[in-house]
Each structure stands twice: as C-alpha cells, then as structure tokens.
C-alpha cells in the first residue's frame, strides 16, 4: 500500500494541473460530506482525503475542496448537511451515506439544483447520483470461501457486524449469509454490531460469549477482529481464526500470533483512500468527461505471505490504504465503460 508523503502529492497535483486544461473546474468547490467519523477507517478515510485534495487546490484545480463530518451516523442530521452545503454554493458534494436510500430525497435536491453528488463507501440508491464501491457482498462471501479452504470440517461462527442500517453492514453481511448457505458445514451461531470499531466489538463480543458454543472462526468486517480477539483472550476461551480488517492493531496482534505459534488468517476491507478517488470522479465530472453512473474498485486484501509488507507500511492507529490520482480514476472510469 503505498503511501505518498504531502510534497509528493503536491507535485502530483501540480503536473496534473500542467497537464490537463483546468479552466472548467479552478472555480469549482467541492465538498465532502461524512457521516461517522468514530474509528480508525473513518479518521484514515479523512486525512487521505486532505492529503490529496490540499495540494489540487494549491495547484488550482479546484477552489475548494472541504470536509465536514455529522456527529453520529444520524440520517436527518446529513440530509440537513447536504441541504446547507447546496445552499452554501458547492459545485459538488462527495458522499459517505449514512442511508442507502434514506438521503434520497436530499441528494435529488441537490441534483436539481444543479449540483453534482458522488456517492462512495455509503453510496446512495438515487439515480441521479454517482456511485463507488467495492463488491460489499462478494467481500463478506469470500471470507467464508477462505474458512473453506482452512477448515473444510466447518464450525460454529460468531460473526460480527457494522454500523446497524448502513448499505455496507447489509451487504457484506449477506455475503457472509450466503456463503454459509452454500456451505453448510458452517453455521452462525452468534451476531453483534461492533460498529467498526475495536472497542464497541470487544465489549459486544464479550457480552455474547458466555452463551456461545466453541467457535471455529469469526466473521468480520473492519476495525472489529483485535476487540474479538481480546473478548476471547479475557474470557480465557481457545483464539478462534478472526477474520481482520487492514487496522493497524490488527495486523499487528496478527504478526506476534504468526511469529509465536505459526497463526493464520486473512484481512480485507475497502481502502480508506477511495474517498480521493471519489473527489477526482467529482472532478471529472464538474470538467465536463463522460463518467459512467456506477464505478467499482477492487478491496484490499492481505495474506499470510504479504503480512509484514503491509504491516510495515501501514501507519500506527491507522489502517492499509492506498490513494488514487486523477490518472488513477481516469482508469477506474476507463474500465466502467468497457
């Protein structure tokens, strides 16, 4: 995951605005508007965020490109967001949905009002909007494809999800479902919100195991595998194999199993850095290109034989990440339409 330091994303930027007529867009604001910014992919998902739209707007190919963050994941409270970003004169809004659908009404507002809304990670069902994400369900359905391969006796799993009510908890917990219906050797026997973030995961987690059977594996989704493995190690039960979610702490507590008794599993989410891709498909489309309505990038994933080479370039607190140039989203919307 390679990490570019600021002066490198200055010069990136620079060479853009050198190489591609800027006109359409130097005047042009964009805004970023988050829902939740209460674990480590959110924060990571922010400074990725200010680490590659600072620089364009040095460059001059935006006028602005500003964060702005809702307390708590409160649909009623981002819609008033989007409202007040429309009124206060943004070209374009990038999105991290706090509802699938919920927003729709505030996002077609913005749309008529001639506003540009790119939806990603959270993205939003309202055809007027654009769209990036990872395939959520195949992600969550692959886990149970790699505790096939690793335990192909089955077992019980405990698993453990998101944000309640957000596109991304839904779908990857369907993948996961459907995973074990075509797999039936396993079976869910536990399920708890741990919102993404290692300590509401160790404290829901901890709560359920008492009235669990032996488990096999758990089933994650991000920010949650460290806070299971601790609930495990307090209740002095057998270290299941915790599927991890790229954070630091994860990958970390995974190195020191590995290196002590030879312990495997896998680690996969989205990069945190797909909010840069969103801004340059804002970009884009304020510049007048072509941009297909739905975008897909690939997730993260790190293996065994790949642990240390993330681990090491992963910042402490943080999480594996990646972010994308305008040549970078230029490809993703290259591939949407072939």
């Keep these: 995951m390679l990490k570019r330091t600021f002066a490198c994303a200055v010069a990136a930027a620079a060479l853009f605005a050198a190489s591609h007529a800027i006109a359409d867009t130097k005047d042009k604001k964009i805004a970023l508007s988050n829902n939740y910014a209460g674990n480590s992919w959110r924060q990571a998902m922010l400074r990725s965020w200010d680490k590659v739209t600072k620089p364009a707007v040095e460059a001059g190919i935006v006028a602005a490109a500003d964060p702005f963050t ?57 055809p007027c909007a654009w769209r990036i994400a990872v395939d959520f369900k195949q992600m969550g359905k692959d886990e149970v494809l790699y505790l096939k391969d690793k335990m192909p006796q089955g077992g019980n799993l405990l698993e453990i999800r998101g944000l309640a009510g957000v596109f991304v908890d839904d779908e990857i917990s369907k993948g996961i479902h459907e995973g074990v219906a075509e797999n039936p050797q396993f079976k869910i026997v536990g399920s708890v919100h741990g919102d993404w973030d290692q300590a509401k995961a160790q404290a829901a987690v901890a709560g359920i195991l008492p009235s669990l059977p032996e488990i096999a594996a758990v089933v994650t989704q991000g920010g949650d595998g460290y806070g299971a493995a601790q609930a495990f190690k307090a209740a002095g039960r057998p270290t299941p194999l915790i599927i991890m979610g790229n954070r630091e702490d994860e990958l970390k507590w995974w190195k020191e199993q590995k290196d002590a008794n030879g312990y495997e599993t896998m680690s996969v989410s989205i990069a945190p850095g797909v909010s840069t891709l969103a801004f340059w498909v804002a970009q884009m489309i304020l510049d007048g290109k072509d941009v297909p309505k739905d975008l897909v990038v690939p997730f993260l994933r790190i293996d065994q034989d790949n642990l240390e080479q993330n681990l090491a370039n992963t910042e402490a607190g943080g999480v594996a990440n990646v972010e994308y140039t305008a040549e970078d989203a230029q490809k993703v919307v290259d591939a949407a339409k072939k």
């Design 70 to 126: 809702t307390a708590e994941n409160q649909v009623t409270e981002q819609a008033a967001q989007i409202q007040n970003l429309v009124l206060q004169g943004y070209n374009a809004i990038v999105l991290n949905a706090a509802s699938p659908d919920a927003l729709n009404g505030a996002v077609k507002e913005a749309c008529d009002a001639g506003v540009v809304v790119v939806s990603f990670d959270g993205i939003v069902t309202e």
